[in-house]
């Protein structure tokens, strides 16, 4: 067994999942943990749940949107988007989300080029916008964050944004083809071979971004909203910045799930608006908790027969070209496929 495959195997990542949430269940009180999400109120709860099915259906939106042709009907993408999330999640050893989501279009469309370009674009856009919002948090909560910190992220905002407008450059690309490994070379440019399908439709893609950076406060309202229900006392420009990140950093492929990386994060950036650590742990759990009950109508429309089966190269290409990004961030990194051992983050 080499030293990669042993980095990402199943019992490694479960390792690290149980040693990090056993640390701070072992620092932190456990009974107050599970009295505080008891105590939940109820209608709140729900209301976060809605808002999670919700962001599902609009994520089908969103990536409608960036399918440059032969587009099936809305309700189409919304389908597969369920069954896909539900896929990735609770059946482990199919396929990752991303090739699901990839699969269903393709066997709609009859255009897996077309579907494979929507599914890159979409996840880039997706981890630009988590950035984004990261920078934009940054700069309005300027009563929790330092100048300095507010200062960093304008800067990288504006570097982010130039960055961007790089990658749609042939002269820049040349450069850059020069100076970096091949294999990241060649990841690239299937990333760039996607993007140049949009390099005439530029309306659609600034709209997309629009609709990614809606999605991604969407998310935020969505854990505001479990904030409330469990009465914990922090501001929603804050959790602008604190969102965004416990999803990045969740995304990272050494855990199962996100656990205990997750909640470490909430612990340590909610710790600076004065939240507790057991409130910062009740609340990332009950993030995890309706992001996989949200995806739970997929699950009824998977047993009532709805699969996302394509033939199986296109299924495989798929895979393969969703390795050019980390992890979904619409998927929140919930993708049970990776599970498999040494599988990749997808």
Do not use: H
């Not at 969740?250 to 470490?264: F, T």
């Amino acid at each position: 067994m080499n030293i990669k495959s042993i980095l990402t195997s199943t019992w490694l990542r479960w390792l690290v999942s149980l040693i990090l949430f056993g640390v701070l269940l072992a620092i932190t009180d456990v009974s107050l943990i599970g009295a505080t999400i008891k105590a939940a109120s109820l209608p709140w709860l729900l209301a976060g749940l809605l808002a999670a099915m919700s962001l599902t259906a609009y994520g089908a939106v969103k990536w409608w949107v960036l399918m440059p042709r032969s587009r099936a009907a809305i309700p189409v993408f919304i389908r597969v988007n369920f069954i896909s999330n539900f896929v990735g999640i609770f059946v482990p050893g199919i396929v990752g989300i991303e090739a699901a989501r990839i699969a269903g279009i393709t066997r709609s469309s009859k255009d897996f080029p077309a579907a494979l370009a929507s599914v890159l674009v979409d996840r880039m856009f997706g981890l630009t916008t988590l950035a984004i919002t990261v920078m934009l948090g940054g700069i309005l909560a300027t009563a929790v964050v330092p100048p300095f910190v507010t200062i960093a992220c304008l800067v990288s905002l504006v570097l982010l944004l130039g960055g961007g407008f790089l990658m749609m450059s042939y002269r820049f690309r040349a450069w850059s083809g020069s100076i970096l490994p091949a294999k990241i070379e060649a990841a690239l440019g299937k990333l760039y071979e996607c993007l140049d399908l949009y390099r005439s439709r530029k309306p659609t893609l600034a709209l997309s971004l629009v609709l990614s950076l809606i999605f991604q406060m969407g998310r935020v309202v969505m854990t505001y909203l479990l904030a409330i229900s469990l009465s914990i006392d922090v501001s929603f420009s804050y959790l602008i910045v604190v969102v965004p990140v416990a999803l990045f950093v969740q995304m990272i492929p050494i855990s199962v799930y996100g656990i205990g990386i997750r909640e470490s994060a909430m612990v340590a950036l909610l710790a600076v608006a004065g939240v507790s650590a057991e409130a910062a742990i009740s609340l990332s759990i009950l993030m995890l908790g309706v992001q996989i009950a949200g995806s739970l109508p997929g699950g009824v429309l998977f047993a009532l027969g709805n699969r996302l089966d394509a033939p199986t190269d296109k299924v495989a290409d798929a895979a393969d070209a969703a390795d050019v990004l980390p992890s979904s961030p619409d998927a929140a990194g919930l993708d049970a496929a990776n599970l498999k051992p040494g599988a990749s983050e997808s």
